[in-house]
């Protein structure tokens, strides 16, 4: 998981996941294009390296031209574990909050305030 | 693969081996634990009907296209109800091949052969991941994650 946080730890390589989102399969030349101002071939590419090494990236050949797809599951895997989680117990506060404020607890065991 | 890009393309690695992910996949009394509910069901010959069923609900229906235990496995896939299942059959194929060195299985779902402007495309960009990240869980720990639908 450290790969991922690392390859999302950075504007351009999710920007790049944001420009597959919105049309996948995209070739290398296709990709780099919005950044031929910017940046070299060379650095999009190592971009590209290092969103396929953390499994964001998927590649298909088609013929002898690689396209690029945007793989979700690692980030569903975080979701799973790291904001899942925590929403979770933000949840069960409010729930709890509630109850308390509406007093809809069992008889016999009255809220005091803390 | 087919002559047209995939539209989805979806690689997870598993702990496990291909016997076992196959199973995994293939298996109703497994894919009832951790594919929302669904029971996966074909005798797997080429050519055979393959449906998904969820409380004794058909929900998809397809045909079996290749059976290659325990590497590959492809089928078409309608779903049976809605919309979507005015559209024609779409195409699911899942590659499995173990990593070399290593106890893990990666695991390659692609969907393709959907039809501009699909109604049943959005909700298979949901399904896969969720479906994926609970086999993975169900094949590891033995245990499902808990899911809202």
Not at chain 1, 1 to 12: G, I, R, S
Not at chain 1, 16 to 34: F, N, R, V
Not at chain 2, 2 to 21: A, G, H, Q, W
Not at chain 2, 22 to 39: D, N, P, V
Request: net charge positive.
């Amino acid at each position: 998981m450290n790969d991922v946080f690392k390859a999302l730890a950075d504007e351009t390589r999710r920007e790049i996941l944001d420009t597959l989102y919105a049309k996948s399969g995209q070739t290398l030349g296709e990709l780099y294009a919005p950044y031929a101002k910017s940046m070299s071939r060379q650095a999009v590419m190592k971009h590209l390296g290092i969103l396929e090494a953390a499994n964001l990236v998927a590649i298909v050949w088609s013929g002898r031209e690689k396209r690029h797809y945007l793989n979700p599951i690692p980030i569903h895997a975080i979701q799973d574990r790291w904001i899942k989680k925590f929403e979770r117990q933000r949840m069960d506060a409010l729930a709890a909050l509630k109850t308390a404020l509406e007093g809809s607890e069992p008889k016999g065991k009255k809220h005091v305030q803390s | 693969m087919s002559n047209r890009d995939p539209d989805f393309v979806y690689v997870t690695y598993i702990k496990t081996t291909p016997e076992k992910l196959w199973e995994a996949l293939t298996s109703s009394t497994f894919t009832r634990q951790y594919w929302f509910g669904c029971e996966v069901t074909s005798d797997w010959k080429v050519g055979s009907p393959m449906t998904y069923v969820m409380n004794g609900e058909k929900k998809v229906e397809g045909k079996v296209l290749v059976a290659d235990r325990p590497k590959l496995l492809s089928y078409t896939f309608r779903e049976a109800f809605g919309e979507s299942a005015k559209e024609p059959p779409t195409k699911v194929t899942l590659e499995l091949e173990p990593e070399a060195g290593t106890e893990t299985v990666r695991l390659t779902v692609t969907h393709t052969d959907f039809i501009a402007g699909s109604k049943h495309r959005p909700s298979i960009s949901g399904g896969w991941p969720a479906v994926l990240s609970n086999l993975k869980s169900f094949l590891e720990t033995g245990k499902t994650l808990e899911f809202e639908m």
